[in-house]
């Protein structure tokens, strides 16, 4: 199984500032893809990138993805209020497994 | 526009079987583009990969759940079905339904991002 680590676990930043949160894979995800989502309290997960840089449809260019291998990063670049959320990082391979979530809470 | 629905009891006995039907409207479960998932998140905590189905009837399960769990898909009426058996508290968790891409060739699957989710449903187990 491939276990995938996200850090921080909690990020607090204020709106207008820039985040950027880690996923770290234990082995390389090689042809596999990883994906991205954004959960909000009470909602499903939206997927926000996938193939690790590939915006999902209607995902703002503030986000974007980067990485390959077993490292990649999820930036938005200018934190909008409704960007405070958890999120997190999913690798698509035949027996998919997801990150522990990254927090990102207001300062 | 492609949604899912889950649906079933939110209260389920210890020791019993929990039932979840997802139904897919704006869209075909049979078609060859897609896989159909399950996942599951426990109260306050991360996302657990259940299993999937796809279209040629072909499932995958979490290791962690094989001996108790059965991913069904009923194509005549778009929907497709979880079933897990002897539950305990522990699988008290919000259960989605989501959709995933899939492409396969002579060889092998590759297997893409979820891009639509069900709003989920709430299953609690207990006496």
């Known amino acids: 199984e491939i276990v995938l680590t996200q850090s921080p676990g909690t990020l607090s930043l204020s709106p207008g500032e820039r985040a950027s949160f880690s996923c770290r894979a234990s082995q390389s995800l090689g042809t596999s893809s990883l994906a991205w989502y954004q959960q909000k309290p009470g909602q499903a997960p939206r997927l926000l990138i996938y193939?690790?840089?590939s915006r999902a449809t209607g995902i703002p260019d503030r986000f974007s993805g980067s990485g390959s291998g077993t490292d990649f990063t999820l930036t938005i670049t200018r934190l909008e209020p409704e960007d405070f959320a958890v999120y997190y990082c999913?690798?698509?391979?035949?027996?998919?497994?997801f990150g522990q979530g990254t927090r990102v809470e207001i300062k | 526009q492609v949604q899912l629905q889950e649906s079933g009891p939110g209260l389920v006995k210890p020791s019993e079987t929990l039932s979840l039907t997802c139904t897919v409207s704006g869209g075909s479960i049979s078609s060859d583009a897609y896989y159909w998932t399950w996942i599951r998140q426990h109260p306050g905590k991360g996302l657990e990969w259940i299993g999937y189905?796809?279209?040629?009837?072909?499932?995958y399960y979490n290791s962690s759940l094989n001996s108790r769990l059965s991913i069904s898909r009923d194509t005549s009426a778009n929907q497709f079905s979880l079933k897990l058996t002897s539950v305990t508290a522990a699988d008290t968790a919000v259960y989605y339904c989501a959709r995933g891409s899939i492409y396969c060739n002579r060889l092998t699957c590759y297997y893409y991002a979820m891009d639509v989710w069900g709003r989920g449903a709430t299953v609690t187990v207990s006496s």
């Open positions: 193939d690790a840089s």
């Open positions: 189905i796809y279209n040629s009837g072909s499932t």
């Open positions: 999913q690798q698509c391979g035949i027996l998919p497994t």
